[in-house]
């Protein structure tokens, strides 16, 4: 070879480098399209699976809304029902109450009965101790609630008053009231004795 010989171009090198050069620009696609299978296969969900996990989602906050309404209605049912014990216990305390001051309100009826009688005799003059003891136990009676009704004058009322007998008065235009054997007494609205009375009534 002299040094005016032209130099040929190596084939082989020529046909290397462009291979070279398509693998290189080959190689990068083919990683990138690699790591986007692998993330998602790393993912591995679907829209089915996203849709299911809403599903769920909602389905824990229905429940959770679920029980809280019915917490909600057990307390107010709760309440209620402490309402209405309280309310039966305040009636039946007020009614046995109302009983124990009844009994003891019977008990002194007799006595009371007497004291009356006594005044009727002029027993009870005043300032001696008969009349200051009288005093006193119509004081007790008056506390506790104890009425007595049933006077002359007074229109008969049956649900009042027990007619022990009747009298034709002329000229009468209802049933009155002529005199009280004995008074009557009620506590409340209990009624514990009718006042019995001698009833005067229309003459025929």
């Not at 305040?90 to 008990?107: I, T, Y």
Request: proline fraction near 5%.
């Amino acid at each position: 070879m002299t040094d005016k010989d032209p130099i040929e171009p190596n084939d082989g090198d020529d046909q290397v480098q462009p291979d070279a050069q398509a693998g290189a620009s080959e190689a990068p696609a083919s990683g990138a399209s690699a790591g986007e299978d692998a993330e998602a296969e790393g993912d591995g969900l679907t829209v089915d699976d996203i849709l299911d996990a809403e599903q769920t989602d909602e389905a824990a906050e229905q429940e959770k809304s679920d029980y809280e309404t019915q917490l909600l209605h057990d307390l107010k049912r709760l309440q209620a029902e402490y309402a209405n014990y309280r309310r039966r216990t305040e009636e039946q305390r007020q009614v046995e109450s109302d009983r124990a001051k009844g009994e003891v309100g019977k008990g002194l009826l007799p006595v009371l009965d007497d004291l009356v009688r006594a005044e009727q005799h002029g027993d009870l003059a005043e300032g001696s101790a008969f009349a200051i003891v009288a005093e006193k136990m119509r004081g007790v009676a008056e506390r506790m609630g104890l009425v007595a009704y049933g006077e002359a004058g007074d229109a008969f009322d049956p649900q009042q008053h027990e007619a022990v007998f009747q009298q034709p008065v002329p000229g009468a235009v209802e049933q009155t009231v002529l005199e009280v054997v004995e008074v009557g007494y009620r506590l409340g609205d209990v009624e514990l004795r009718p006042a019995k009375v001698v009833v005067g009534v229309p003459a025929e």
